[in-house]
């Protein structure tokens, strides 16, 4: 997952931010402090079947 | 000839949240558990080193605005969090060493606290963890 600062007091908005194994992630979300870069991925759509 | 610190723009970070401007004290006190071995036969009591349960406690002022202290601290309370404290924002140093407690416990948090008149405050207190300090 990337994440992107979003709040002066992790350091410049909008440069990534690299988080290390003890960081709360989910609390810096929820606070608004970083948001996530990654995009939800779309699944293949799929065309019905003729032979049904 | 003695000098002091002086805590005039000390550096506070909680889950790489810098909170150094909402912060009013910071008290970071290193514990080491006594664990008594006065046996029979002793005359005086005597301890020996246990687990180590360090602390820090912060005062904070109570902000619900973005990015302030109720962003920072709302869904960190009973989780283990990495905390540290450095006596001055510049670069850690052997004169300005950086404490860190990393996977602290934080119990409670203190939601609205204050008085008619007065700047709301809240005080904080982060409990366990590995204790580390940096000089470079």
Known sequence: MAYKIASERLGKIGDEFEPTDDVNIEALIEGGFIQS?????????TEASEQE | MATSTYLQSPSVVINS?????QTTSATFTRVIEQLEKTAFGSTNRSYTSGLENSTLT?????????????????????????????PASGAQSA???????????????????GSYGQLSTIDITFTGGAYTVAIV
Not at chain 1, 37 to 45: C, F, G, L
Not at chain 2, 17 to 21: K, L, N, P
């Open chain 1, 37 to 45: 870069t990654s995009k939800v991925q779309k699944t293949a759509k």
């Open chain 2, 17 to 21: 949240v810098d909170v150094s401007d």
């Open chain 2, 58 to 86: 912060v005062t904070l002022y109570q902000s619900f605005a973005a990015s302030e202290t109720y962003a920072t601290l709302a869904a960190l309370v009973g989780t283990n969090v990495t905390v540290s404290v450095a």
């Open chain 2, 95 to 113: 004169t300005n060493p950086k404490f860190t407690l990393t996977g602290a416990y934080l119990e409670s948090l203190p939601l609205v606290a």
